[in-house]
């Protein structure tokens, strides 16, 4: 998240009121002495292959700040210039040590560079554990600390199954008539949840490849004290507009094949913070600040979980107005 640092109006307005009663004919910058500040963004899942650090810098601008912000010495460190790594610690003392590469990943074209945008990877799959504590460190070339944050991952009994509804044992699974419901147990510093429910279908003259939509559901905010299960509801109504609407003006001959995957999303208090003051400040009268964690810097290091799901068999019933197999047939074009 870059900014172009400025002071304030109030400031203004006293400076140029001094100005205008002193007899002195000083030079002077308004703005205070530059301070270089990392801008630091990293979310780890312990599910994924691999993990990404992303380290950029506030700058000041004596012009456009839109032009200087093209300018990828202006956002970004240079190769070499600093070092990332993750320290893993049991109980308070360390018991591992992640050294992030350098690379380089392109994003959308916007008001900031794109090409070539520096970005530190490492492969964690198996090797992040629930049970430790997690130090994001970024250091000068020299050794000397530039930022650093702590977190703690999301987790699970990798034993148990942690969506309890729909569930397998009922013959029905998913449905948008009966057993509205998704429950699951609660994770190990989980905060907000959001399920999403994966729909298959298949194009039954052009291939017969099994092709997917995903649905996000109501999220779940956890508050202490927290609970041992939760759930949401979705309603009927709701899962086949959002259907609908994502087949709109496709007539294509479609069957649906009776499986869903149920996925549970979760992030832990520090994602779930940093997310809740980017929303709050959407206004472009805002003021309100944005959370961070990163000691010496801004933005946030953090831990979520995306790959927990269940695969559940799709209600099957073809009663008229009831059973959803029924209900796609003669509410969504194509449908057989």
Request: with cysteine; aromatic share 14%.
């Amino acid at each position: 998240m870059m900014k172009r640092m400025k002071h304030s109006w109030f400031l203004t307005v006293v400076l140029t009121l001094g100005l205008g009663m002193s007899s002195c004919e000083v030079e002077f910058s308004p703005n205070a002495e530059w301070k270089e500040i990392p801008v630091v963004y990293c979310v780890l899942d312990q599910d994924d292959s691999l993990s990404w650090v992303r380290v950029e810098r506030c700058y000041l601008s004596e012009g456009d700040v839109r032009e200087d912000g093209m300018v990828t010495d202006s956002v970004n460190y240079p190769q070499g210039s600093i070092q990332v790594s993750i320290i893993a610690f049991d109980n308070g003392r360390q018991v591992d040590s992640i050294p992030f590469d350098y690379t380089t990943v392109d994003h959308a074209e916007g008001a900031f560079v794109s090409q070539g945008q520096p970005a530190y990877c490492a492969v964690t799959k198996k090797r992040l554990r629930d049970a430790y504590t997690y130090e994001l460190r970024v250091r000068r070339a020299d050794g000397s600390m530039l930022a650093k944050a702590t977190t703690s991952l999301v987790t699970k009994d990798p034993y148990q199954q942690f969506i309890i509804r729909p569930s397998s044992s009922i013959p029905f699974g998913f449905s948008v008539s009966r057993n509205c419901k998704i429950e699951w147990y609660s994770m190990g510093n989980g905060r907000y949840y959001q399920p999403m429910v994966r729909f298959y279908y298949t194009y039954k003259y052009l291939g017969g490849d099994t092709l997917s939509l995903d649905f996000l559901c109501s999220p779940k905010l956890c508050t202490p004290p927290y609970a041992n299960t939760y759930y949401i509801q979705y309603s009927c109504e709701a899962f086949l507009a959002g259907l609908h609407t994502a087949f709109d003006g496709d007539t294509n001959t479609k069957t649906y094949p009776m499986l869903f995957d149920i996925y549970l999303n979760a992030c832990n208090e520090d994602l779930y913070a940093y997310l809740s003051s980017v929303e709050a400040n959407g206004g472009l009268g805002q003021s309100d600040a944005v959370y961070t964690n990163i000691e010496g810097g801004l933005g946030v290091f953090a831990a979520r979980r995306t790959h927990v799901y269940r695969r559940v068999p799709g209600d099957a019933s073809d009663v008229p107005g009831y059973g959803l197999h029924a209900l796609l047939r003669d509410s969504i074009p194509g449908f057989i």
